[in-house]
């Protein structure tokens, strides 16, 4: 009896302890985005159970056929998945086989993972639920499920993504028999086509449209311009004739290169706007320069250095303190100025009123009470400059905001300066035409005293006075080289030619030659 409960206790255990492999799935292959899966069926492997089985595991089933073209016939119903066999065969035993072990014989059972595994054979039904299944052991195929129990359950799940359908880069999403494609910016529709921007012609003025992802580009046609080509372009006419062209609204901005101005940049600058020429000097206007032709006696860029009682003075417009001053002139191979007589400084300051206008440091300095030192550390004695106030180690300038008097200031202001060279016969000749050359300043400025007849920096020019004057009584001018001649020829005057203030050119004399002529001569 004792025996008996223990069995009874055994029997009852197994029956109340489901087998824990139902519903268990394994992948077999994927055939035309079908994915098929063997799952474990509790139970006799009836149509009904293999069904059931599929479908408690989220997934569709096959028949014994593959339900594509020809392969129908009562080997396939309406409930069970279609795919395409790929021309393998009907047998959805075989094609699984052909997928995974590479032969089709036996239909399917002489492939180890399709061991036992069965699907809904229809045409069983005439002789009850059975499902037709192979066995690999026994390589038997169409096995009537009614006789086996506990195998497993060919079943299927769609791959809706596996053919890649979205487009352009989105994301495809598997669903129930469908797909959803996740469609990035500028693309639409179920597969993620591209959106064509232009379909709504947003170019103006034909303009070209180009489509592009999530965008487009607009390809003006002459003479417009902006994302839509909305605008004019002011600037397709090349206005800026020597500078860079901005359109804007109706209009359009110049920026001039250097040495050029105007609303298109077509004028060029006046650089002698700012009359730059000092000692009278007269400007002419260059491309991003200018020229200063200077009077008699002058020199420099700017004419900025004067020749005077055997010195050349140059009035810088630069302010240094008076030892940068000292430095600055001692470069140039000269000196600060020194003021030694009444007329030295008369032209000094008149020199510093024609160009500066500034207070400029002069050479001196007071070393103690009323002891007046010139550049050269020469100690000056009773001289023209009236000092203001007596100071200890000061410097000199001429105080431009009292009447260019000499005042004692602390060295280290900065003030303009006046530079000073002694002027001396030159190394070598420049002048031509046999000018007489002097130079200063280390021969870096050279002074052409011309001969008669004779002008220009290097004498190089030959006067052509008959150009130059006309002679009265339309009497016949005859030029004489350093001067020139007025002659009456056959004419006969009734009293001899006699000279006047009117018969020659400012700076030049008159000469009667005869009773019928006369020269006009330099002074």
Request: contains cysteine; proline residues 4%.
């Amino acid at each position: 009896m004792a025996k008996m409960w223990k069995f009874l206790l055994f029997f009852v255990a197994v029956i109340a302890c489901p087998d824990s492999s139902v519903g268990q799935q394994e992948y077999l292959t994927t055939v035309d985005n079908w994915n098929f899966y063997k799952v474990k069926v509790s139970g006799v492997m009836t149509n009904a159970n293999v069904k059931a089985t599929c479908e408690a595991a989220g997934m569709r089933y096959p028949c014994y056929w593959s339900g594509s073209d020809r392969c129908t016939n009562y080997h396939w119903t309406s409930g069970c998945i279609t795919y395409d066999a790929a021309g393998v065969g009907c047998h959805t035993h075989s094609v699984l086989s052909a997928n995974m072990c590479g032969t089709i014989s036996g239909y399917g059972s002489r492939c180890q993972p399709l061991d036992d595994t069965f699907v809904k054979m229809p045409v069983y039904a005439s002789i009850g639920d059975s499902a037709a299944g192979v066995d690999y052991e026994t390589h038997a195929w169409n096995l009537h499920g009614a006789d086996y129990s506990n195998m497993y359950a060919l079943c299927a799940d769609f791959d809706a993504c596996g053919s890649a359908p979205c487009q352009n880069g989105a994301a495809c999403q598997d669903g129930l028999h469908s797909f959803t494609c996740h469609c990035k910016p500028g693309y639409t529709g179920t597969l993620c086509a591209d959106i064509d921007e232009c379909i709504s012609a947003p170019c103006q003025n034909g303009a070209t449209c180009q489509d592009e992802v999530n965008s487009f580009t607009c390809q003006c046609a002459p003479g417009y311009t902006g994302t839509l080509c909305e605008d004019i372009d002011d600037c397709a006419s090349s206005p800026c004739v020597h500078g860079t062209c901005t359109d804007d609204v109706g209009s359009y901005t110049c920026s001039c290169e250097n040495g050029w101005e105007g609303t298109d940049c077509d004028h060029n600058t006046d650089d002698c706007a700012s009359s730059p020429c000092w000692f009278g000097g007269t400007c002419v206007d260059g491309f991003r320069d200018f020229t200063c032709v200077c009077p008699k006696g002058f020199e420099g860029k700017k004419c900025e250095i004067a020749a005077f009682s055997g010195q050349c003075y140059q009035f810088s417009p630069d302010a240094l303190s008076h030892p940068e001053a000292q430095q600055a002139c001692s470069t140039k191979n000269g000196h600060l100025a020194d003021v030694k007589d009444g007329q030295q400084q008369l032209f000094i300051t008149d020199g510093i009123a024609t160009t500066t206008g500034a207070s400029s440091w002069l050479g001196m300095q007071l070393l103690h009470v009323y002891t007046l030192a010139y550049s050269d550390g020469s100690v000056a004695q009773a001289g023209p400059l009236q000092l203001s106030a007596a100071h200890c180690d000061l410097c000199v300038l001429l105080d431009s905001s009292n009447r260019n008097q000499a005042e004692p200031t602390p060295c280290a202001e900065q003030h303009n300066y006046v530079c000073q060279s002694n002027i001396e016969s030159c190394g070598s000749n420049v002048c031509q035409n046999s000018g007489n050359c002097t130079s200063c300043f280390g021969e870096s400025v050279f002074f052409c005293d011309c001969p008669d007849g004779f002008v220009g920096k290097s004498c190089e020019i030959n006067v052509d006075w008959c150009a130059l004057v006309t002679c009265p009584f339309d009497w016949t001018c005859q030029d004489d080289g350093t001067h020139f001649t007025c002659l009456a020829g056959s004419a006969r005057l009734k009293d001899p030619y006699q000279c006047s203030s009117a018969s020659c050119p400012d700076g030049m004399h008159c000469k009667e030659e005869g009773p019928s002529s006369f020269s006009c001569r330099s002074v």
